[in-house]
């Protein structure tokens, strides 16, 4: 029992010590007029590639910036550099999950009178994301369909704080016994108010609604800030 209660202990204070630099993250961003989403799926869900196609249909009137989040290599921080946005990478070197001090460091590294949005791609996981404020406006979560209809039911806090849902890879609905209708109910019964996005990052179906939602969040965000 002391052992189970000095592990609370712990947690609750790594977490009490994450939201306050979260609170001075969301303050910067704030202050610079920059809408931060926090971008949280598992593995290969398709998150990396979303970035990749909705950077484009944001047009050059739109600024944006991206923190990759990944365990190690450069990979996904080089593919979006592909799409000549200002782009930095933090590896957790183990973590499952990107912190508020973390993204706090690289702060610095971004113009931020040229950034509009700040898109922070987390690593791959929809556990421990879901507890860490990075200090982001919202969360957003990519999920693949062939991951199975029953994960929102699985992990319920993740969908419960998000704004929006990405499903990715419709264009493989046929070849799954993925019932939509199910996993749409469930997420409604998380949280009736989260936006919900089928899309395909393969054939483009889906994501300029997506964009345009994405495009009047930051304008409503700059207005109201």
Same mark, same amino acid.
């Given at each position: ?20 630099? *979260? ?7 704030? +202050?610079?007029?920059? /809408?931060? $989403? ?6 290969? &869900? ?83 994301? *879901? ?7 919202? +969360?957003?979560?990519? /999920?693949? $369909? ?6 929102? &039911? ?72």
């Amino acid at each position: 029992m002391e052992s189970n209660r000095r592990e609370i202990e712990v947690m609750a204070n790594l977490l009490s010590s994450n939201d306050i630099q *979260a609170e001075v993250n969301r303050a910067h961003f704030r +202050k610079n007029h920059c /809408l931060a $989403i926090n971008v949280i799926g598992s593995p290969g &869900a398709g998150k990396t590639a979303l970035l990749e196609k909705t950077l484009p249909l944001l047009g050059v009137d739109m600024k944006v910036g991206v923190i990759e989040g990944d365990i190690f290599t450069s990979k996904d921080a080089d593919r979006i550099a592909a799409q000549e946005v200002p782009v930095i990478q933090i590896n957790t070197g183990g973590g499952c999950h990107l912190d508020s001090k973390m993204v706090s460091k690289v702060l610095p590294e971004f113009n931020w009178q040229a950034t509009d949005l700040m898109i922070i791609e987390n690593v791959g996981n929809l556990v421990c994301p *879901a507890d860490f404020d990075l200090g982001e406006a919202f +969360k957003v979560i990519v /999920l693949s $369909i062939v991951e199975g209809d029953d994960k929102p &039911a699985k992990y319920p806090v993740i969908f419960r704080n998000a704004k929006a849902v990405v499903l990715n890879k419709m264009d493989l609905e046929t070849f799954t016994d993925v019932n939509m209708n199910n996993m749409k109910q469930d997420i409604l019964a998380i949280n009736p108010d989260i936006q919900i996005f089928e899309v395909s990052c393969r054939n483009g179906d889906g994501l300029e609604m997506w964009t345009n939602w994405l495009r009047r969040e930051v304008t409503t965000y700059q207005k109201n800030g």
